[in-house]
């Protein structure tokens, strides 16, 4: 034990000495089972990784591209003329008193015609059919928004978890340095005589015993790194330093938000059907142009060459009322998104509020915490001089340095679970 007038900082010096450093960071070394960290990333890094590789994105990026030759089959299908040619050849023979009615055959067909047809007044329908990949198109966009912003809500909520890890690892390097620097202390007074191995052994225990609680968190923090580089398709393994994520409250949008966006698409898309339906009941109106060889008998087929003219037109008379059918159903669709999006709105605002309520206790709770934090800072020091001293025993020192491990880590876990509140709360808030 010390006595009261030696000078205890003068034990502490001697931990400072450049072998014992050397010494130190070597222990430290070999007891860590993190491999040696090569770079510090951050949170956009792995957004932006995750997005690059984002099945969603790629895909509906690609349907974007398809707009122009859906626009210009459009084009084709209803405002150009169609060419082709038609071949027909009917054989009627008789026998005897048997055989199709003459005046029907003719005895035969021989025609081979180049024919054009040029659709007309699709005016209705080619606008129906232009929102319909309008709708589309629209759509291919929302998905990549909507996309991205589930990328940034999973990748940040795995980024916080793998952060919280690594910041529990700090706090059990800073235990760590603390009982290793008491151990040359002990050693220092061992060596003077006025030290226990007892305590020295009571001090070996409990720094194996937080070495292999780093190396639990150590495992820990490695698989939710690997968890977020699998998110994010990086395939290295090597482990990496982690920037505390800056993450701000989102102003509230009050009643708006972007995920109302789809239920406009899916209302648009039913308007867009109702056209269809309705243009599918306009008359259809066509004109044509054919010539070539067109004969019923074979003797001077060579003159049978010709043209005709002429327009064709096709209308609906009665079809069972298909066409109110259709938008009779097309109606109750309507009122199902309309009461979806209601739904929505107000479950929303329930949720918003809901979080906004926890993130508040919460806060309330961390400011005390911070304070607490700053109280066994003081308490710890206080214990220190007071073990130097002799005033009380190491086991009382160690109490209180279990205390402070075990509060900093609940204080680490509610930071970070603040941080995945404000996470949740901006994506809804969107």
């Given amino acids: 034990m010390i006595k009261r007038n030696e000078n205890p900082d003068k034990y502490i010096f001697d931990f400072f000495r ?157 235990t760590l340095r603390i009982l290793d620097l008491q151990r040359e202390v002990i050693n220092a007074m061992i060596n003077r005589g006025i030290g226990r191995l007892s305590d020295l052994k009571l001090l070996d225990v409990e720094y194996q015993t937080q070495i292999i609680n780093k190396s639990q968190l150590e495992n820990t923090f490695e698989k939710d790194l690997m968890d977020l580089n699998l998110m994010s398709g990086i395939p290295d393994t090597s482990i990496v330093m982690l920037e505390k994520p800056d993450i701000k409250l989102s102003v509230d949008k009050n009643y708006k938000s972007y995920f109302l966006q789809s239920y406009l698409l899916d209302s648009l898309r039913l308007v867009t059907e109702k056209n269809i339906n309705e243009s599918n009941y306009n008359p259809q109106i066509s004109f044509f142009v054919n010539g070539g ?83 066994y800072q003081s308490l710890l020091g206080i214990y220190r001089e007071q073990f130097l001293s002799g005033e009380v025993s190491l086991m009382d020192y160690i109490n209180v340095l279990k205390n402070y491990v075990t509060f900093k880590n609940d204080l680490i876990v509610n930071r970070n679970q603040q941080l995945s509140i404000i996470n949740e709360y901006n994506y809804w808030n969107w």
């Fill in 18 to 174: 450049p072998a014992s450093l050397y010494l130190f960071i070597i222990i430290l070394s070999l007891f860590s089972n993190i491999p040696v960290i090569s770079q510090t990333t951050n949170l956009n890094y792995y957004i932006e990784r995750a997005t690059k590789i984002n099945q969603t994105i790629s895909e509906n990026q690609k349907l974007l591209t398809t707009y122009n030759t859906r626009k210009e089959l459009i084009n084709s299908s209803l405002g150009k003329p169609k060419i082709f040619s038609t071949v027909n050849y009917l054989f009627a023979p008789t026998f005897g008193e048997y055989g199709y009615d003459s005046s029907i055959t003719n005895g035969g067909l021989y025609s081979a015609l180049v024919n054009l047809e040029l659709p007309l007044f699709t005016g209705a329908t080619s606008r129906a059919k232009m929102e319909e990949i309008i709708n589309d198109r629209n759509s291919y966009k929302n998905n990549i928004i909507v996309a991205q912003h589930e990328i940034n809500k999973d990748v940040t909520e795995q980024y916080i978890k793998a952060y919280q890890d690594y910041e529990q690892i700090s706090t059990a390097d800073e």
């Fill in 293 to 375: 060889l067109n004969a019923v008998s074979y003797s001077e087929i060579w003159k049978k060459v010709g043209l005709s003219t002429g327009i064709n037109m096709t209308f609906s008379i009665y079809d069972g009322n298909q066409k109110d059918m259709n938008n009779y159903l097309i109606d109750i669709r309507g009122q199902n998104i309309f009461s979806q999006k209601k739904y929505f709105l107000n479950q929303n605002e329930i949720r918003k509020k809901n979080i906004l309520k926890e993130l508040s206790k919460l806060q309330e709770l961390l400011t005390q915490q911070e304070k607490q934090l700053d109280n």
